[in-house]
């Protein structure tokens, strides 16, 4: 198996498509209301720390596999056990992260779509004057109306396979060029307009001065975990993005500037969230209905606030479609590892994809009732097994994959920081990283 062809661009190129991949639904909808849940600054805290000791590294041993590899996962991953006399069924772990991502996106491209809907109901008003009974219901209508949520769950889904279908440079770049600086120019603008607000100062202390009353193993676990999720770390997602990495690009500033930037999404959302709903005196541990009950319902009092409403799902759409196209990319290239020509590849992965779906889109209609395990339907189960089962268990064989199996001299090599930086880096993996990606685990499956 020759390596792959394709390069990323330029060295920001791959910081951007990295960026993409991780900023997301974990950012913008999944952390506000985590942190919501779990007592703001003591979560923060904790979850910035956990991305330092548990996220950069593994994120950097998923990177540096591809990178060794120049091949797709599974690819990748076979070649090199091969490389250090290890079984070749590390492989199957490229087999089962590519599971994950096909889990995960498929949950994704429906609570995408859903952005989409209220996208269209902000620029139309339909928040303007509507009581927070009447917000409540709309939801709870359009989530039992399956016909609206599979057309919103196609359209988004084949937003995100038509750039897939162009390739690395045509497609991915191209596009996270263009849409990761207006992500940022979104955010920007609606963190000003927050600091306007009532609320912002209120979100300010809640979010940077801790009270450790509020710290509790819970709380450190969702940190743990949502430092997994939010990096898009585990799935081997990252290691089809290191096998395009320019040869002369530094990966521990490229892994940091990742993670720097994915933090900042996170805070500077967390300040335009919480400073609304402050100023409404609204409670924001609201959880998961924080974005699309509770911040209309807060946006729709303000002055001026459809529009704010809009920039707002607006941002939450590009960033959940440059994530999803990112998440998409690995399972293509792993088809095309077995042969398959990228059209047909992503033709089968968009298909798949949306298909599963369905079944998550049904689960607040038809399929409602259908509790096949834990008393949970198929939308719960897929978005709470694979982000926090699955993402943790393929993080920690991917860390004892290239901490432990991979030759030393080719991880070295691929790392790129010398033997010093190579070392420091091993033993925070081994010692560190490994045994709290552990914990993770553990928490996931209690």
Known sequence: MSETLERWGSKRAFILAVTGAAVGLGNIWRFPYVAGENGGAAFLLIYVGFVLLLGIPVMMAEILIGR???????????????????????????????????????????????????????????????????????????????????????????????????????????????????????????????ATTDGFTTALAWLFLPSFDALTPTVVLHAMGHAFFTLAVGACALMAYGAYMPEDQSLPKAAVAVAALDISVALLAGIAIFSVVFAQGMDPAEGPGLMFVTLPIAFAELPGGAIWLSVFFLLLLLATWTSAINLAEPMVVTLQGLGCRRSIATAIVALSVWLMGLLSAFSFSTLADFRPLFGRNVFELVSSIPPDVFLPLGGLMIAIFAAWVMPRATAMQALGAGEGGYLLWRNVVRWVSIPLTFIVLLGGLL
């Open 68 to 194: 060794a590899g120049r091949r797709g996962p599974i690819q990748a991953l076979g070649a090199l056990a091969m490389e250090a006399g290890a079984s070749a069924n590390w492989r199957w772990l490229g087999i089962f992260g590519a599971f994950t991502v096909f889990c995960i996106l498929s949950f994704y491209s429906v609570v995408s779509g859903w952005s989409i809907e209220f996208l269209v109901a902000s620029v139309n008003g339909q928040f303007s004057g509507a009581t927070a009974a009447e917000i409540g219901a709309g939801f709870d209508a359009f989530l039992a109306n399956p016909g609206l949520l599979i057309f919103n769950h196609s359209l988004f889904l084949f937003m995100t396979m038509t750039v897939v279908a162009a390739g690395v440079s045509k497609g991915l770049e191209r596009l996270n060029n263009l849409l990761m600086p207006l992500l940022y120019g979104l955010l920007l603008l609606l963190a000003g307009y927050a």
